[in-house]
């Protein structure tokens, strides 16, 4: 193939370790197709896909299941977590031989069915990820103090989009992370911590590290580019677990990026249907909202204005996620690589525009932001799979398995 990438720039397609395409039995909210043309039409080549489904991926059948169920439908390589679940050990080492990308501990409620495991099954399934050598990603929010906030909040009658940020208070997240990172360490296991949204977590991530605990630390997008104000602009559509923090957190995520204390920077692409979009009530609405499809663009308009530079978002976005998941041939452009690789021009303007959006439902808080740059083509192992005339071809999309490296 020939690609005239002239006044372009060429990027290692982005590899997003975070998102929930829905698959299996919450396809009201997206599929894997809809998911999957997102991702091609952001620069997005490789995904990692959550197990908080319905039912969850919490066994080794669960998972063979969603794997015949999602492949067909991939337009881009895709890697699945298995949960980390209350009584599943013995499951996660059936799963790592099914090619599991990691696993996933909810510690916190959020969508679907997750109660905290208590910590002897936590240590249990760390050291069962461990043995297999493969990350464990944690959603890191305590979730007895949350519901206790929770219940406080839905008895003095307060239903407002603030409430939620109200109900998880900075040592909510720097409990559970603490918490964590001490087991994860006893156990021995690669640990990551998905959308770290305080700053107060990431200094306590700082103090850790400095005390020889090794973890690698995740902001979304949605964590850098909104604060408090956005609920009352947005409403519940920026309900988002952990939730939208005040101003000082965003500062601090941000200069956590300059300083290298981020490793990863991800979208947690949550869909939901419009109408639970449009939820008035902020207990009974969902959190998350779409994210493949705008990271690139707003994380190129954040470097056109000083803010990070481009090289750190290949880091944080492709790079990085590749090694730590060890995915072959995934994050860089090198000899042997797969040929995965963004076209972007750096000097397009606009806005976010729902209308030419591939999500199956384009509700997004971020509809109208100002943009600088913009994803022109994108190949997944040197073939198009996005380029102006829209999504290209039929779904190509792969697992991707991570390397073993015990
Ligand atoms: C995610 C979802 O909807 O699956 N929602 C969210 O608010 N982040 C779940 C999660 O990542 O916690
Ligand atoms: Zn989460
Ligand atoms: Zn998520």
Redesign the pocket.
Known sequence: TVVDATGLLVLPGLVDVHV?FREPGMTEKEDFGSGTRAAAAGGVTTVVD?P?TFPPVATAEGFQQKLDLVAPKAHVDFGLYGMLGQDNAAEIGAMAELGAMGFKLFMGQ???DNRCPDDAAIYRGLEAAAAADLVVGV?AENDHLLRMFIDRLRASGRTDPRAHLASRPTFVEVEAVTRIITLATEARTKLHIH?LSTGAGLRRVRDLRAAGHRVSVETLVAHLFFDDSAYDTHGNLVK??PPIRPAEDVAELWAGIGRGDVDVIAT?H?PHTPAEQAEQDVWRA???FIGVETMLPLLLTAAAEGRLTVEDIVRLCSYTPAQRWSMPGKGRLTPGADADFVLVDADATGVVDPARMHSRHNVTPYAGHPLRGAVVATYLRGESVFDKSGITGAPRGRQVRPARQV
């Open positions: 929930h959550m908080n959020t969508t679907g959603h959308h988002l677990n947690d949550a969902y959190g998350g």
